[in-house]
Structures are given as structure tokens and as C-alpha cells.
Antibody, heavy 119, light 112 residues
Framework: QVSLVESGGGVVQPGRSLRLSCVAS????????MHWVRQAPGKGLEWVAV????????YYSDSVKGRFTISRDVSTNTLFLQMSGLRPQDTAVYYC????????????WGQGALVTVSS | DIVLTQRPLSLPVTPGEPASFSCKSS???????????LDWYVQKPGHSPQLLIY???VRASGVPDRFTGSGSGTDFTLKISRVEAEDVGVYYC?????????FGGGTKVEIK
């Protein structure tokens, strides 16, 4: 049984930082490509970042490149998204997701963590 | 970036009747391995998205066989053979060929 549980969301002022966590169970992050996808209130889905199964490849959307960093701790089986220089347009529910290994299809999703950027 | 356009934006359906919606890509999603890197997801009200179809036509584990994905290159279709009330939600296509991964705007399926 695969479970992905995000935490760390909240209300933050523009320009500040926040770190999201995603604890995985039923899988090992060292064997999984992991993604962050976000959804602004009432809007569609937007892919944010990916870390390859071996941790060597990281890619970001242009909207977050240089501000967000994806990382992981294999000892605790936890995926992170470090967000800095937050903007009001970063307000969204952030989902972590595991791809199915034969490609980047997003096989398992967490329940999401809400990040609100507001003064 | 690859742009995905979904049609229609909204689809009222009658339970027991079929439903079909499309996803068009700005670039071919056919990989050199012969698979089309196009996925379908559904987001039911109040829930996280879930994978329905990957590689254009392969049902994810546990997905009922009333869902069928088809198409190749730039034109794709998701068909529901007989809609059930539990199928209500927003259906998104996503290209998994290259980063940035991109989603279509979604088709909202609701019961008439």
C-alpha cells in the first residue's frame, strides 16, 4: 500500500520561504521518480518539479526555477520542496506524486498541502 | 513547452450513456519506443488527481474497463462506455514526454 503524506503548508508573506515535506510509505524514494504538482484555487494542474529515482536529475518549471529546490532524505523516505522568494501566484495546493518508473506518468498522489502567500 | 488543448470544457452526461472528450497536443507525443506519452487523470470533487490511462491507452491498475484511451501523435481521446455517477469530476490529459510536463485545461464531467 503506497502512501504519500504532505505537510508544511501554511500562510506565508510574499518574499519569505517555506519547506514542504512528503513522507512516503510502501515505496522507497531511492527507487522512485518523484514530482511536485500544484493547483491554484479553482484552477487546473501545474507541474512544478521532478527528481529522478537516482537523485541525479532535477528539473523545474520556468515559473519556479531558481526559487524552488526539490530534494530528498532517503533515510527517512521524505521528499522536500524548499520554496523561497514566494509570490502571491505561488498560492496553491501542492501535491507530491510518484511516477511509475517506466516514464513520468504520475501513478500515486498525496492528499496535498495548501500554501497561501499573502501579506 | 508542449501545449495540450482539451475539448469540451464541460460535458453534461446521462448515467448509462457513453461520453467522449479530446486532447490535442502542439507536438507529437510519440516516443521512439513506439509509445505515446500521453496520460489521462481524473480529479473527483474534493480529492487528489488519480491516474486513469498512461501511454495513451494503457489502463492504470484498478481502472474499470469502461475507460478507454486512444489516439496517437497529436490527437487523443478518452471514452467512457457507460457513464456512472461516480465518474463525475475533471478529466485532465498530461504529456509525459518531456519536461516541463504539461497538463491540458481539463474537461469537467457532470451529471445531467
Amino acid at each position: 500500500q503506497v502512501s504519500l503524506v504532505e505537510s508544511g503548508g501554511g500562510v506565508v508573506q510574499p518574499g519569505r520561504s517555506l519547506r514542504l515535506s512528503c513522507v512516503a510509505s510502501g515505496i522507497t524514494l531511492s527507487g522512485s521518480g518523484m514530482h511536485w504538482v500544484r493547483q491554484a484555487p479553482g484552477k487546473g494542474l501545474e507541474w512544478v518539479a521532478v527528481m529522478s529515482h537516482d537523485g541525479h536529475e532535477k528539473y523545474y518549471s520556468d515559473s519556479v526555477k531558481g526559487r524552488f529546490t526539490i530534494s530528498r532524505d532517503v533515510s527517512t523516505n521524505t521528499l522536500f520542496l524548499q520554496m523561497s522568494g514566494l509570490r502571491p501566484q505561488d498560492t496553491a495546493v501542492y501535491y507530491c506524486a510518484k511516477d511509475h518508473g517506466a516514464g513520468w506518468s504520475l501513478e500515486y498522489w498525496g492528499q496535498g498541502a495548501l500554501v497561501t502567500v499573502s501579506s | 513547452d508542449i501545449v495540450l488543448t482539451q475539448r469540451p470544457l464541460s460535458l453534461p452526461v446521462t448515467p448509462g450513456e457513453p461520453a467522449s472528450f479530446s486532447c490535442k497536443s502542439s507536438q507529437s507525443l510519440l516516443h521512439s519506443n513506439g509509445y505515446n506519452f500521453l496520460d489521462w487523470y481524473v480529479q473527483k470533487p474534493g480529492h487528489s488527481p488519480q491516474l486513469l490511462i498512461y501511454w495513451g491507452s494503457v489502463r492504470a491498475s484498478g481502472v474499470p474497463d469502461r475507460f478507454t484511451g486512444s489516439g496517437s501523435g497529436t490527437d487523443f481521446t478518452l471514452k467512457i462506455s457507460r457513464v456512472e455517477a461516480e465518474d463525475v469530476g475533471v478529466y485532465y490529459c498530461m504529456q509525459a514526454l518531456q519536461t516541463p510536463l504539461t497538463f491540458g485545461g481539463g474537461t469537467k464531467v457532470e451529471i445531467k
